[in-house]
């Protein structure tokens, strides 16, 4: 009697495990496809903040990215995705996926540019939103002296976005390498992912594939003119799409340009960086005014913008804390030749003449 009760127990019990067993089976199952109904949602539509945000502030960031070094170098040309992990401040390592980006960098530069893809699963549990794909730069020589160069594209990024808010935020790094035969520490800075800078300023990216390029916002594209201007960076092209970005603003009919990729202008001075053959200038330090609208357009309202942030322009430079003193005291004597330029009396209407050496 007591064998078959406790046959019947057993059974009972064993019964109420499958039952839980499944009930939890089908609740993970569920919360699965919740999960990844969300993550293809939030990936298509692309709306909400994202890694920039939540990891964005004023100081620096610790970042450590461990990956195969010999990986990267066999896959450097057709930029193929390889694993690695990364590591946040004192936080658990994330795995992730990196693949080497750019053009001439690739080819002259100990280390390549990076692209880091963050995963869906842990994008979503740590609120790194939906934008997966990111831009990191690195430095280019294994040498010290190499990160000036890098911290003064930096800077650049930031300069920029005194001038407008629509441009792509940074946030710079102190980042340790670890690899299979090597651990090297340098700086580096993440720029802020395109859409998710569409999101942040409440417009839309304009997308690659679209070939007719509606019409430019004239003083969005003024201000982007007199920027390159200052920076010395003819590395661009309007038309061509060349280092620029098109942002469409809710409220504005016109597009706003958005330019990145800044490490061939005259202020960073990379050694890498000469002008374009077809330019009549001989160095990256010499300026070029590439505006392209009418002789008789009015900049005022550029020009008097860039006269009221002089100050704090300086100030970003001055106070930067990682930068070279010589770095410091090369990129401010820089700008302020561009302003002893605009503020004299006719320095703005002496630009626009230099207009017709590009038709």
């Known amino acids: 009697m007591a064998d078959q009760f406790l046959h019947h127990y057993i059974f009972a019990l064993s ?3 499958y039952f839980r067993l499944c009930l939890i089976l089908f609740n993970v199952l569920a919360l699965g496809s919740i999960l990844s109904c969300s993550i293809e949602k939030e990936t298509k539509d692309k709306d ?3 890694f920039l945000a939540a990891i964005q502030n004023d100081s620096i960031l610790d970042l450590t990215l461990s990956f195969s070094q010999s990986d990267l170098e066999q896959h450097l040309e057709d930029e193929r995705k390889i694993d690695g992990t990364m590591t946040l401040g004192r936080e658990e390592p994330v795995p992730i996926r990196l693949a080497s980006r750019g053009v001439t960098r690739k080819k002259i530069c100990d280390f390549p540019p990076l692209h880091v893809y963050l995963p869906d699963s842990m994008a979503l549990v740590l609120g790194w939103g939906a934008y997966k794909k990111y831009k990191l730069v690195t430095h280019c020589h294994k040498n010290n002296d190499d ?3 890098l911290l003064r594209e930096f800077l650049v990024y930031q300069m920029y976005h005194l001038i407008t808010p629509v441009s792509l935020k940074v946030q710079l790094c102190r980042s340790w390498y670890y690899t299979e035969s090597d ?7 993440f720029i802020e992912d395109e859409d998710e800078m569409s999101y942040r300023v409440g417009g839309d990216l304009l997308e690659d594939a679209i070939k007719e390029l509606p ?3 004239k003083v969005q594209y003024q201000n982007l003119v007199l920027f390159q201007y200052m920076i010395g960076n003819t590395d661009w092209n309007l038309t061509q799409r060349h280092n620029i970005k098109f942002i469409k603003i809710d409220d504005n009919p016109y597009l706003t340009p958005v330019p990145y990729d800044f490490d ?3 202020l960073v001075n990379a050694p890498y960086a000469t002008p374009y053959p077809t330019l009549p200038i001989k160095h990256v330090r010499e300026r070029l005014w590439q505006y392209r609208g009418q002789s008789e357009d009015d900049l005022s309202v550029s020009v008097s ?3 009221a942030k002089k100050h704090e322009l300086l100030q970003l430079i001055d106070l930067s804390n990682y930068v070279s003193d010589s770095s410091k005291k090369d990129m401010l004597d820089y700008v302020l030749s561009f302003y002893q330029q605009i ?3 006719g320095g703005i209407g002496q630009l626009m003449k230099m207009k017709s050496k590009l038709e």
């Open 343 to 345: 503020e004299q009396p």
């Open 147 to 149: 990160d000036d160069l």
């Open 48 to 50: 909400g903040p994202g």
């Open 15 to 17: 019964w109420q495990r």
């Open 183 to 189: 651990s090297i520490r340098h700086f580096s800075f």
């Open 305 to 307: 913008l860039f006269i």
């Open 215 to 217: 019409p430019v916002d």
């Open 264 to 266: 061939y202008s005259g």
